[in-house]
């Protein structure tokens, strides 16, 4: 029998729990468990609710237990930037604050008082979002140091759940990087960075790479789930463990990691920190095997399914308040799923508008229809008012992002990209690739809609001797999983 491997992915919209196995070279998934991710208001801040996710830890854990099924190692990835500060008793400190969290305003001018912008960037290689942990770090500066004073240890959301799975505290590479506070080259926290930011050396530890053991399930949490396993790392940032699947078929393709966020880029050997890079925000961030992931944030579906939200009626953040907007259907009216919202693109087709999609107006704002409506009008084009007009609007705007990162990632390392290929929950969205290939002029691969997990698998089933390095794990990728070819017309 083919031992088990188990990915859980926890995006910023879910979570999942996904078996994987190598059978004749080829790669099966099942899907065990998913649970939602969602954020309450706590301490004045959009928060995490991170018991709950704890919680859909442990459920998917003792689904495996019900099936049967006791996997050979446990790898764990979610979203990246995002932290918790633990005393010197393992005890959380303070909420897990959630990025789009409005407490990083100003925090950039705070940071470039001490150390300039090219400096930072040359260093780290890391783009520039405020919602960066080193922004994060000095909104907590500022707000609570007493929390950072009493702070015994700063474990990244993984790498906490981690901790909470075996008592074992690491701090993992490929998030680590995300922070911000790593050195590209040296590969390790920036010392002389954490000095300059007044951060407490005691917090930034060793760094542990992809593969590396974390321990066994703590005696109680076995007990509870109903069987023993090894805790390893994956690459604990989601994005890194997506591009690590990407079935691409030659070296001149980008990758569209396709979720909350669209990450468009390619895989480096070298971190490309110029002034040109620094200036377009192109990232750098650290991957397995030390690679590096050249890319872009584009805002992503997450436009997407702030509309679905808002206009199912839900709360985005468990008690805070729901902003107004209007348009040819009201709130709760009836519930929106993406293929609706799809159908209704399509029934929109010629309108025109276009919204520049990594504005910063669409990181958080309190209406997504409402910002999408403002920015048409303020520059003075034709305002959505049906959801088929808006959604057209988003598909359009998106599209037009990855067009320009396209040709923004080709004139900054001299290379011309011939195909996209796109994994994650959004390649399942026909209508999005279409328009991809149609406004890129290039050819899309779509597919493994669950690239994240996969790529989180991969390291494992390396770790467990299934295959011998990246490339044939890739291979097997390709020969697995359905990937879907959509051409420009
Ligand atoms: P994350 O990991 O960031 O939480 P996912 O990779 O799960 O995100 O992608 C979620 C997105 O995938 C949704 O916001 C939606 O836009 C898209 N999506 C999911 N299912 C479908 C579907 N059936 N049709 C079209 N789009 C879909
Ligand atoms: C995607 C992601 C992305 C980060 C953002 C915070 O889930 O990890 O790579 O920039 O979330």
């Known amino acids: 029998m083919e031992n088990s491997y188990l990915a859980i992915d926890i995006g910023a919209s879910s ?25 309450v208001r706590s301490g004045g801040h959009d928060c995490w609710d991170v018991d709950h996710l704890w919680q859909g830890i442990l459920d998917g854990l003792k689904a495996c237990k019900a099936k049967g099924v006791i996997p050979a190692t446990v790898g764990i990835d979610t979203w990246a930037v995002d932290f918790v500060l633990l005393d010197s008793a393992g005890k959380r400190l ?7 969290d409005g407490r990083t305003a100003g925090m950039d001018e705070r940071v470039e008082a001490l150390i300039p912008p090219q400096s930072l960037y040359a260093k780290t290689g890391i783009q520039k979002q405020l919602f960066n942990t080193i922004y994060q770090l000095a909104a907590l500066q500022k707000e609570h140091p007493e929390q950072l004073e009493a702070a015994h240890s700063l474990l990244m959301i993984p790498d906490y759940f981690n901790y909470l799975l075996t008592g074992v505290q690491k701090q993992e590479y490929t998030n680590a990087t995300s922070t911000g506070l790593v ?3 040296k590969k390790t926290w920036d010392r002389e960075l954490l000095d300059t930011l007044g951060l407490p050396r005691r917090l930034f530890g060793p760094l542990s790479m992809p593969g590396t053991v974390v321990g066994p399930l703590r005696e109680e949490i076995a007990k509870e789930v109903g069987f023993q396993t090894t805790v390893i790392l994956p690459a604990t940032h989601d994005t890194g463990s997506a591009f690590l699947a990407v079935p691409a078929r030659d ?10 966020w669209s990450l468009l880029g390619v895989e480096n050997r070298d971190p490309i920190t110029t002034e040109e890079s620094r200036r377009q925000n192109f990232t750098n961030e650290g991957g397995a095997w030390h690679r590096f992931r050249y890319l872009k944030n584009i805002m992503g579906l997450w436009m ?11 709360d985005y953040v468990a008690g805070k308040e729901r902003a107004a907007w209007t348009l040819d259907v009201k709130a709760g009216e009836r519930q929106w799923s993406f293929p609706d919202l799809i159908a209704a693109a399509e029934s929109a087709a010629d309108f025109p508008s276009v919204v520049d999609a990594n504005d910063d107006a669409f990181l958080a704002p309190d209406s997504m229809i409402a910002a999408v409506q403002k920015a048409c009008a303020g520059s003075g084009q034709a305002v959505p008012r049906t959801v088929g007009e808006l959604m057209q609007c988003v598909y359009r705007s998106l599209t037009r992002c990855y067009r320009d990162a396209i040709a923004g990632l080709s004139a900054l390392t001299g290379r011309q990209y011939t195909s996209i290929n796109i994994v994650g929950g959004g390649c399942q969205d026909n209508y999005l690739n279409h328009m991809t290939a149609q406004v890129t002029g ?7 809609v669950e690239g994240t997990a996969i790529g989180n698998l991969v390291i494992q089933m390396i770790h467990g001797g299934e295959f011998a390095d990246l490339a044939a794990a890739r291979h097997s990728i390709r020969e697995s999983f359905d990937i879907k070819e959509v051409l420009p017309q």
Do not use: W
């Open 304 to 314: 997407i399914q702030s509309i679905r939200r808002e206009l199912n009626g839900v």
């Open 251 to 260: 070296d001149n393709a980008v990758y569209l990691s396709s979720g909350t």
């Open 94 to 100: 303070g909420d897990a604050v959630a990025y789009r």
């Open 15 to 39: 979570g999942r729990h996904i078996l994987g196995r190598v059978v004749d070279g080829r790669m099966q998934l099942e899907e065990i468990h998913r649970f939602d991710n969602r954020q």
């Open 442 to 448: 290039l050819p899309v691969y779509a597919g493994p």
């Open 183 to 185: 050195n590209a080259v």
